[in-house]
């Protein structure tokens, strides 16, 4: 029984250091973009590259996810709306709906298992084949190449794919209102966003920045430094998603606390 | 063709002093010690696992060894800053095992992307003619806008050797260079690398545990055995040693030569 206990004990141990060693790497992989992110010299192609492959492939995906989203929730909210006597309000409440939750979280997510997991799976196939060791014998910093390029890019494409969700989900909406009653799709769009504030706009719109870093940091911490073998690929690529999910969700409750302080929402 | 005479008598363009790397308690290298001189072809031969490919990273810092000294170009490449030392690999190529071609660029790509970091190499002839010239070289000239997934094993070796030679380094490691390839197309790598060493000058370090490369190519061969330098001499001497360490490396080759008799 005790012999039992010591083994518990042991294995949670050994997971938790596991855990924070991981915690400490991520860290340091983190700082290491940051220092590098903004010096020269700067893979200025590779990053309009990278904004293509992350930004454009991931828009079909995105807007169809949004549109699909909004006309669950509306459909969802009618019910309750109309015994409160309230089904004008749906275009204030599924603006405010996704705009500040629905549209960054579920895009981030979205982001997270397609562009998350193939920028594990990318470095780590780069890594297993020796490709990243031959960028850097050739006297080219791979880091640069493939880590700063990919980060700054899901940074600066996750607002632009959280706004195409938000107002094609606020077009979803419209479609299933349209379907119910006489509703002109300016009237809705100008319903929903004089019902937005700026606290409503501003921490949502900034705390999807955060949602790129982390995606693209994870995804290419875990491809980097991917063990080799074939089956280190897959495990970046899926670990990717699991720790950039998690993270996500971390990030998206800071900033609700940070928003809240500063706007009271 | 054989391997072209070395200068000795001048400053080693490679030396390592007494080299050690372990990974947990396995310790692979146990005080290594190399001088490699201009002009010469120095096979390293060792078992797999005897730490051939750790040597080899270590001499470019893609490992970071435990101890001892490394000297590229009279520099003692550990103690060099990031700059120092990518201005120091641009003067030592690498010839991966696996060609490690980078897959989601073409051959000519492949090619220009180091071209595109260090562009003094290729002032005077033009990028687009340089990339043209080495493929040339290797005889892939028709290759150049084929995707490396369209490549056989032997054409991506070849494209990586193009790709290593393009910015015209003094040295060349080879990692296994023939491993995976049928005899024949082993046969023409090795041709190819006698080649390319003849019309560039090149001092090659290969790393191999295949005994026809090193029979070709070698001025010196030197026996990694148990993590130091075991044994070191021309192809001829080493195949006559009656070392049984020594031997056991050349049975194979030596049994193959008397059955043909």
Redesign the interface.
């Known amino acids: 029984m005790l012999a039992a206990v010591r083994k518990s004990v042991g294995e949670v141990s050994s997971s938790l250091t596991g855990l924070l060693g991981e915690i400490g790497r991520l860290s340091a992989f983190t700082g290491r973009f940051l220092r590098s992110a903004l010096s020269r010299p700067f893979e200025g192609r590779e990053l309009i590259y990278q904004c293509y492959a992350i930004g454009y492939h991931s828009l079909f995906l995105v807007v169809a996810t949004g549109f699909i989203m909004g006309l669950v929730l509306t459909l969802q909210l009618r019910p309750t709306m109309t015994d409160f006597g309230a089904v004008s309000f749906m275009p204030d409440m599924v603006g405010i709906a996704f705009v500040r939750e629905i549209g960054p979280m579920v895009t981030a997510l979205i982001c997270a298992g397609k562009i998350g997991s193939g920028i594990g799976a ?1 470095l780590g ?2 890594r297993v ?3 990243i ?9 791979p880091f640069r190449f493939l880590v700063v390029t990919r980060v700054w890019a899901c940074i600066l494409m996750l607002p632009l794919l959280v706004i195409a969700a938000d107002a094609v989900g606020l077009l979803g909406s419209y479609f299933i209102e349209s379907t119910r009653g006489q509703v002109s799709l300016a009237l809705y769009f100008n319903r929903a966003f004089s019902a937005m504030a700026m606290g409503d706009i501003i921490p949502a719109t900034v705390k999807t920045f955060f949602f790129g870093l982390v995606i693209g940091v994870v995804g290419c911490y875990r491809g980097y430094y991917s063990n080799k073998g074939t089956a280190g690929v897959g495990i970046a690529a899926n670990s990717a998603v699991v720790i950039s999910s998690l993270l996500l969700f971390l990030v998206d409750f800071i900033a609700v606390l940070i928003a809240d302080i500063f706007y009271e929402i | 063709m054989t391997a072209r005479q070395p200068q000795h008598g001048q400053e080693p363009l490679i030396e390592i002093r007494n080299l050690t790397k372990a990974f947990g308690d396995n310790q692979v290298l146990r005080g290594f010690n190399l001088q490699l001189f201009a002009g010469e072809n120095v096979v390293i031969l060792g078992k797999s696992g005897s730490g051939k490919s750790v040597l080899i ?1 270590c001499l ?1 810092r ?1 490992m970071e060894p435990d101890g001892g000294d490394i000297q590229v170009l009279g520099k003692s490449i550990l103690g060099l800053d ?1 700059g120092a030392l ?2 120091v ?2 003067e ?3 010839l ?3 060609s ?5 660029m073409t051959v000519r790509e492949n090619l220009r ?2 071209l595109r ?2 562009p003094e190499r290729a002032q005077g002839v033009g990028e687009e003619q340089l990339i043209l010239a080495s493929l040339r070289s290797v005889g892939l000239e028709h290759a150049i806008d084929l995707m490396p997934a369209e490549l056989s094993g032997g054409m991506k070796r070849r494209v990586a050797l193009a ?1 290593t030679l393009i ?1 015209k380094p003094r040295i060349i490691l080879y990692d296994e260079p023939t491993t995976g390839l049928d005899p024949i197309t082993a046969n023409e790598i090795i041709q190819l690398m006698l080649k390319l060493q003849e019309e560039l000058g090149t001092t090659a370090l290969i790393i191999t545990h295949d005994m026809d490369c090193a029979r070709v190519i070698s001025n010196r061969v030197i026996i990694l055995y148990d993590g130091i330098n075991y044994a070191e001499g021309t192809y001829a001497d080493l195949s006559r040693s009656e070392d049984p360490k020594v031997r056991a490396f050349f049975k194979d080759v030596n049994q193959r030569h008397h059955a043909s008799i």
């Open positions: 990318e196939s780069m084949t020796e490709q060791d031959a960028m850097e014998v050739s006297g080219t910093n | 990273k470019i893609l990031q990518d201005r690999r641009t030592v190529g690498f991966f095992q696996g490690a071609l980078y897959d989601s992307f180091p970091r260090h790709r910015l």
